[in-house]
């Protein structure tokens, strides 16, 4: 099995293909896994690798290795784009997420005041009142959504709770008033007997029909770019993306292709 990517709190910085030089925050635990999705395509793995047994990162824990590694990265001449969080599961599950976000937004200011804070989150907090007041806080609250269709939803991020559906998490996403990026998978693939494609007309008009409600700021997409916990998961090209971007740009909206 798959396992986790991030054995650490602090990680990087690496090159995004989406973001630039990014310094990384896992507010997961180091030895485990936790996240509200379970998706397919997920890079860390499935959620069977289970929790671990160190436990998520406390918040004076990120703030100390935060600010030793920035400290580090100024001493060394390093250029920074964007500190990031992301890593062994969903960050903004994390219980103190929305003090971390105010250290490390402090920390920024201090050291690297040019660096861009950005969170990648799967929306399903997103409706979280101290959550979202966090994320407004953020300069890429990047939230995802791969489907409209709860078929399609359900097959790709196969959500832990039952009643994680693709509309509430479009209310959710509209709740921003456009302070957001929608980051979105386009993918096609079989996973326990199951065979999910959101690259047809049908499920691109159902992802259209979403981003004019919510109106985010910019629209990100991206298809697998490394290994996957399911084999059976077809890459979209380059220039099908292209092609994608440019039927939800003819409909006003800003799409940033990462391939």
């Not at 937004?105 to 804070?117: D, I, M």
């Not at 300069?139 to 039952?162: C, E, M, R, Y």
């Amino acid at each position: 099995m798959q396992t986790v990517l991030f054995h650490s709190t602090i990680y990087g910085p690496i090159h995004s293909r989406r973001l630039g030089m990014s310094l990384g925050i896992n507010l997961m635990p180091n030895d485990g896994k936790i996240c509200s999705f379970d998706c397919v395509y997920c890079e860390a793995g499935f959620n069977a690798q289970g929790p671990g047994k160190d436990g998520v990162p406390t918040r004076e824990a990120v703030k100390k290795q935060l600010k030793h590694k920035l400290e580090e990265m100024k001493e060394q001449g390093q250029t920074l784009d964007v500190i990031t969080f992301s890593g062994n599961g969903e960050p903004t599950l994390h219980p103190e997420f929305k003090k971390v976000v105010e250290d490390v937004l402090r920390l920024r200011t201090q050291y690297f005041p040019n660096a861009k804070v950005s969170v990648l989150s799967n929306s399903t907090m997103a409706g979280k009142p101290a959550v979202a007041e966090a994320l407004l806080k953020v300069d890429n609250n990047i939230l995802k959504l791969d489907s409209a269709f709860p078929g399609t939803f359900i097959a790709i991020n196969q959500p832990v709770s039952p009643n994680c559906l693709p509309e509430g998490v479009i209310a959710d996403l509209k709740k921003f008033s456009g302070q957001c990026v929608v980051q979105t998978i386009m993918i096609r693939g079989e996973y326990n007997g199951k065979r999910f494609d959101n690259t047809t007309d049908e499920e691109l008009d159902a992802l259209l029909s979403a981003y004019l409600q919510i109106q985010p700021r910019e629209v990100m997409l991206y298809s697998i770019d490394r290994k996957t916990p399911v084999e059976d998961l077809e890459k979209v090209s380059k220039e099908e993306l292209e092609h994608i971007a440019q039927r939800f740009r003819d409909a006003g909206i800003k799409v940033q292709v990462n391939a």
